[in-house]
């Protein structure tokens, strides 16, 4: 195991991260990631086995045993012979999963799964910007000279190892319960020092579709602080206090945390475009629920007649939800934060 994970060292596939801001503008540099296509995948303990051999007490192995040797025997074995034909059927058992596990084309199918499930769900979404890609730094030629030979690209030149920023790896293992499911782990670790884990348990063909929207939303979400342009200005988004999206029951509540942090709560026209942006594009989502405004109001966005813009009397112990936003050229807003 040591040594085929040593020989995928040179097969990591890496990101370059450009960039320090998500930005929901697509003419600016937004962050994002590139990864090297090759993706390996190193197979750990098969817990499939292990459950098998101690996912039961000595004494209840003992007691199935003893139960299959009686059906044996009932049907017509020898009781001689019983033994041997349980050992047979035990050995035909474990022939069948070493057959149907060797080789080296799971991480492969593993591979292509995330790919074609990363792709999928960007077309779903369609966001402005793609954060998470793959590049090739080499010639088609030798891509086509490389696939011909039933080969996987490894191999990277000094001078174009010199871009890459981050690497991330994968392992998997056969599921407990032995039902043909995988659990798959998929490790990312950028060159700032952050790593991100991804994990999920499904049939190998379907399990990697689950990482790839998990790899989708960690990357392209909006993270605050961000920007985006706005009537020809730039606002800045910086969530709430401690929080991402702030929850209170009170408008006043959330007006006063945003002044806090030298911010103010969004106007409806600002709610509006940055939900039209989405979650996807630098925005938020504010489609559904209640979400504080100034002077004691709320905006319903569910409520549209007359208006979506209400008075807080009209609901009773509301749970609403904020986030704060300031002008990112201009003067700051003055700090209220007074009892």
């Not at 090297?36 to 192995?61: E, K």
């Amino acid at each position: 195991m040591l040594a085929r994970m040593m020989r995928y060292v040179g097969l990591f596939f890496c990101g370059t991260v450009l960039g320090g801001q998500a930005l929901a503008d697509p003419s600016q540099n937004a962050a994002h990631v590139a990864l090297w296509p090759t993706i390996p995948f190193v197979r750990g303990q098969d817990l499939c086995q292990y459950q098998d051999a101690y996912g039961r007490t000595r004494a209840q192995q003992a007691s199935d045993m003893a139960r299959l040797l009686g059906d044996l025997i009932r049907a017509g074995a020898e009781p001689k012979q019983a033994p041997e034909l349980l050992q047979t059927l035990d050995s035909l058992i474990d022939q069948g999963r070493q057959r149907a596990t060797g080789g080296f084309g799971m991480d492969v199918l593993l591979e292509g799964s995330f790919k074609a499930a990363l792709d999928r769900v960007y077309e779903m979404h369609h966001p402005q910007v793609r954060k998470v890609s793959f590049f090739n730094p080499t010639a088609l030629s030798e891509l086509v000279r490389v696939l011909r030979a039933q080969q996987r690209q490894g191999s990277l030149e000094a001078k174009q190892l010199q871009g890459l920023t981050g690497m991330a790896w994968g392992t998997y293992s056969f599921s407990p319960g032995c039902k043909g499911d995988v659990l798959v782990t998929l490790h990312l670790q950028t060159q700032p020092g952050h790593s991100f884990n991804y994990q999920a348990r499904g049939m190998p063909d379907l399990v990697m579709g689950q990482i790839a929207y998990q790899v989708f939303s960690q990357f392209q979400k909006t993270h605050f602080p961000s920007q985006v342009t706005y009537l020809g200005k730039t606002l800045e988004l910086l969530g709430a206090p401690g929080n991402v999206l702030g929850t209170t029951n009170s408008p006043r509540k959330a007006q006063f945390a945003c002044e806090c942090i030298q911010a103010r709560l969004p106007t409806v026209g600002e709610y509006v475009y940055l939900s039209e942006l989405g979650d996807w594009n630098g925005g938020v989502n504010s489609s559904k629920g209640l979400w504080a405004l100034s002077q004691e109001r709320v905006m319903a966005p569910e409520m549209p007649n007359p208006s979506m813009v209400r008075s807080i009397k009209e609901f009773q112990s509301p749970d609403i939800r904020y986030f704060c936003v300031r002008q990112a050229i201009g003067k700051n807003i003055a700090s209220q934060c007074t009892p």
